[in-house]
Structures are given as structure tokens and as C-alpha cells.
């Protein structure tokens, strides 16, 4: 299966771009994973953890985000976030 | 003609101020780098946010209850000029060009009749307006107790914009910085910030069905105050980007200037020496003949 290609950016610096397994994105209405060729949905995230698996069964690995929204369109997903930690 | 004594005098102080000048243009080279590298790194979230604002202000219908941010209030009447400049100097006619964009944009709004207020950032540009519109200030702020103005300073500003509208203090706001295009050219823009302007035919590309979480209206509420303030951050930036910019070319033009000064003074300094003991010499000379 193709990789998610997925994009982490804070205003200051493009934080991540890398293709990847999976990510879970925090959503404001709740968690919700995104795989390759997920459906386009456009959300706001909460101030929590943003999940990231590098490839299928690896260890997965957070960066805290605050405040943004997250984008999925045929592309990949994008996280838009005032700051990371 | 000048006496020796006041041609050295000179020469010394011109060295001493082209040290001056050369020192400033290598800090501001040093300087430029990192701000032209943060503009950059700055460019592909401003990207992104703009791309969503548009997909989405398309969708969204616009009536009295949208948010101020993107509808306006309504009317025209008020226009808040946000001039943002640095808050030092040194750097040539950077903060001046800035300065006369804004004002050729207010004396147009004062001629078709509206009223025109200033909110100024950065404190180069604050005494030039207040000379010229000395009723209009409305707010600055300050960004001279931070290095470098950042996402911070950007959140402030967009939360002060917002309350100020809120307030109906203003209609619509413009706002004006020096744009970066290279080190030697900057260039004074304006920019309406609020309400957003609407893009002809900038309908979305049929995406088809998105799921938004939460709905439309919800998102864009969260999203116009962060759309502010990255507008803002991203002038902010090129700002700074062109403030190193100018300064390193017209230090660079000052110090090349404080050279042709210096050798021109040297000649002249070294003519008058020569001509002085060439006097003495045939003084004495006559005075030995006439012996």
C-alpha cells in the first residue's frame, strides 16, 4: 500500500515532510487516524499529541501540537499548527 | 582655503564615520541572511492557510452574523492604514517609502471622503506620520523591547485589529510594508487585510465532498483570526528581511561615498602641504639671495 504523504508546518518552519504509515490526528470532535487515500475531511485540532507511524507495527512516535487544523485532500495530509513540542 | 590642521581634522572624521557605515553594512548582511532564511521557512504555511481561506470563503454564505474578519461591517467609511516599518535607522529611504505608500493611499481615501486613522508598527515610521496627520494616530505598537518581531508579536497585533474593529473603530484596514525583493530592491506594498478581499474566480477546484469537523462556519470562525495573523507574520518578516536589505546597500553606498570623500580630502590635503613648503622654500631662497 502507498505511503501517506504527510506535512507538519508551523508558521516559523515546514516541521516534517515525510511519507509515512499512519498519523493520528487529535480533531477537535475526537481522534481520528489518517491512512493513504483517506477520504478529504478538513478539521480543527485540539492542543494534544499528534501521533505519527512511520510504517505499519513501528513504534510510534508524538509531537504535541497546539492549535491549527488539519487538512486531508488526494495530496496528503496537512497539519497547519501555531507551535509544536 | 581650508588650513592643514582642519583638512586632517576632516579626513579623521570622515574614517571615523566610514567605520561606522562598514561596520553597519556587514551586520546587516550577517543579519539578512537569517531574515531572508525566516521569510522563507514562513512562505509554505502562509501557503497552505491561504489555500484553505480560499476553498473555504467560497463555501461559506456571508450574512450579518459572519464574522467581521471576512464580511466587514458593512459599510466603507472608516479606513485604518496599519503601517508597519522598523524601528531603526540607518537603512536608507526604507522606512520613507513605506511611509509616502501610505500616505498617497490616505490622501485618496481623504479625497473620495472617507475617514482614515493610522496604527503604526515599528518606530521609524511614527514621526513622519504624526507631522502630517497629527489628529489620525489611533494605536502603535511597540516592537522595540524584542529582537526580532515574531509569531508572538504578529498574535498580538491581529488580537488588537480584532478588538478594534469589534469596537467599530475602523471598516476596512490596509496594510503596508516594504516587500523583499532582493538585497537592493524593496518594494513599499499594500495589502488589504480586513475584510478579506474577495479573489474573482477563485472558486475551489471541485474537490468534491470534504467532510469538515467541525462544520464550515465553525472552522472559518477559527480560522480568520489565524489567517490575521499569519498575514501579518509574513509581513512582518519581509519587513525585516528588507530593512537588512536596504541598510546593506545604502551602508554600502555611505562607506564607497566616505572613501571617494577621503581620497578626494587627501589630495587636497597633500597640494596644500606641498604648496606650503614650496612658499617657505622660496622664502628662504630670496631671503639668502639678498644677502
Redesign the interface.
Known sequence: MANLHFELVTPEKLVRSDDVFMVVVPGTEGDFGVLADHAPVMSTIRDADLVIYVSEGAAPETITVQGGFAEVNEAGLTVLAEAVS | MASLKELKDRIESVKSTQKITKAKKMVAAAKLRRAQQ?AE??R???E??EK?MSS?ASKVSIDENSSKLLAGTGKLETHLLVVATSDRGLCGAFNANIVKEAKVKAEKLLKEGHKVLFYTIGRKGVPILKRAYPDKMLEHFDTTNVKTP??EE?KAIAAELTALIDDGKYDVAHLFYGKFKSALVQEPTVQQIIPIPVQEGAVSEA????????DEE??LA??LP?NL??QI?GALLENMASEQGASMTAMDNATRNAGDLIDNLTIVYNRSRQAAITTELIEIIAGAEAL
Not at chain 2, 474537490?207 to 467541525?214: F, K
Request: hydrophobic share 50%; charged share 20%.
Open positions: 525566516a521557512a514562513a509554505p504555511y502562509a497552505q492557510m484553505v473555504l515574531g509569531f504578529a474537490e468534491g465532498a470534504v467532510d469538515y469537523e467541525p465553525e472552522i477559527e480560522l489565524r495573523t499569519t507574520f
